[in-house]
């Protein structure tokens, strides 16, 4: 729970959260609760980061 700075915020579904990548700061990211407790791996579309961070 570090990283609220980031603008992270609850969505409307259960558990998933959506946040800004952290690179680029342009594309939003969306993690289903599923998706982080399995740390699955997201890319940004925009700049191609790619990470559970
Ligand atoms: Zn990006």
Known sequence: ???STLGNSITN???SVR?????CNE???VRSRNERET???YTCVKCGFIGPN
């Open 19 to 23: 946040f800004l990548c952290p690179k």
């Open 27 to 29: 594309q939003e990211i």
């Open 13 to 15: 579904t259960t558990g």
């Open 39 to 41: 740390v699955a791996k």
């Open 1 to 3: 729970m570090a990283n």
